[in-house]
Structure formats: C-alpha cells, structure tokens
C-alpha cells in the first residue's frame, strides 16, 4: 500500500502570496490532518478533515484554511503568507475520525517565506 | 489541556551504549502515548504507541517504553544504540476534547550517536 504523498515537497514564496499545500492519504484512509514543525514552536496541530468536513481546529490564524474532497485528497492553503509561516507542513491520515492511534505521516512539504 | 515535556534537548552517546530519552506528560486522565522518530528531510514515523494493557510496549528498531501512570511519565530506551539511530525523536500523547482529538507533540530530543 502507497504511504501519505505530500505535493510539492519544496516551497519557496514571499510574503503576502499565498500558497496551497496538497496531502494525498493512503488508500482507503479517511481522515486528514496537518500539523505545523518549526524549530521554535514545534508541532502544532492545525486541523482535521473527515468526510470533507473540518472536524477539529487548532489555534491558527483565519489565514490558515482547508478543505477535503471526495477521495479524501486534501488541502491546506495559507494566505497572506508571514515570515513566520516558513516551516515544514505535515499531514496525516488515518482510517477514521479521531483515530490518531493509527495515524501515518507523510513526508511533509517544506515552505520557505522569503 | 494535555502538555508533554521531553527533558532532554539534545542527547550524545556512543554507538553500542545503551539510552533513554525522557518524556513526561501531564494529565492523569486516559491517554494514549506515542513516541515518532524523524530522519533528517522526512516526515515521522511511529516507533511505539500504548494504548493500553501492558505498561512495557515494544516497538520497531529494537527500541521500548515504559508507561508509568503514578509517574506521569513514558520514557524510550534501547539497550544498544546504532549510527543509524542518530535522528529526532518526539514523545506525543493523544488530546481528545469535545471537537475531536489531536496529538500534542513535546518539543523534541535530538539523539546523536557517535562511533
């Protein structure tokens, strides 16, 4: 079975574009989250997506959105981007809503803000 | 809200010896615990999990935790440690609120093995 894909794995953007990162889960997974890995923050939580529904959210900004389709591919999209915005961007899928005890990670996509 | 504490930053030691990585979280409550491990330029990948059951849970790569509840504590031990290990390595524990869970990561230890 294929793992998490994550497109593109490098980002270079300045500030105030906009970017959309794109998280392909594994095959019969249904549930999508991403997470945020800086050096000074560390992992954080963005939010989840099951059924094409946002079923959770961490403290980010608006700025910070996402959306799931029908195959369970999913989006995040950052606008307005800030310096601070540069860092990895993990997602992981799973079988089912809330089921992060079988959570896999992809291999992230790394967005630099110049 | 769930926080997770590693203790250790950063973490040397010499190829063959044994290791032990600290992680401390702080709710008392049910929880499951995660420990990931992430190679340079790429994503985690899960080394052990309890959920529960047996408070010794091994998982892949030879490595192992000890769940201590009175203790609060879930630390990650090899008994001899390869080049190949020299990674980061972060504990998790599962947070459910009333919108779902997530997993609430500490803040890392960077475990590097010398010859």
């Known amino acids: 079975k294929a793992g998490v894909t994550q497109t593109p794995r490098y980002l270079i953007k300045t500030r105030g574009q906009q970017v959309t990162l794109s998280c392909s889960p594994i095959s019969g997974h249904r549930s999508v989250s991403w997470y945020q890995q800086t050096p000074g923050q560390g992992l954080q939580f963005l939010f989840e997506y099951f059924s094409e529904t946002q079923r959770n959210k961490g403290n980010f900004p608006g700025r910070f959105s996402g959306r799931q389709f029908s195959n369970s591919r999913s989006e995040m999209n950052v606008s307005t981007l800030e310096l601070g915005d540069s860092a990895l961007y993990l997602c992981a899928s799973s079988p089912k809503w809330d089921s992060f005890e079988e959570q896999f990670f992809g291999p992230g996509t790394r967005l630099t803000v110049l | 809200a769930q926080s997770v504490t590693q203790l250790d930053s950063q973490v040397p030691v010499f190829e063959e010896a044994p290791v032990e990585l600290r992680c401390n979280y702080s709710?008392?409550?049910?929880?499951?615990l995660f420990w990931y491990v992430q190679y340079p330029n790429q994503g985690l990948q899960l080394l052990l999990k309890?959920?529960?059951?047996?408070?010794l849970v091994k998982g892949i790569n030879g490595f192992e935790a000890e769940f201590n509840k009175s203790q609060t504590s879930f630390h990650l031990r090899k008994p001899s440690v390869h080049i190949s290990d020299t990674a980061e390595y972060f504990c998790a524990v599962s947070d459910r609120g009333n919108q779902g869970g997530k997993l609430i990561f500490g803040q890392g230890t960077e475990l590097s093995v010398k010859p």
């Open positions: 709710s008392s409550v049910s929880v499951y």
């Open positions: 309890y959920l529960s059951g047996s408070t």
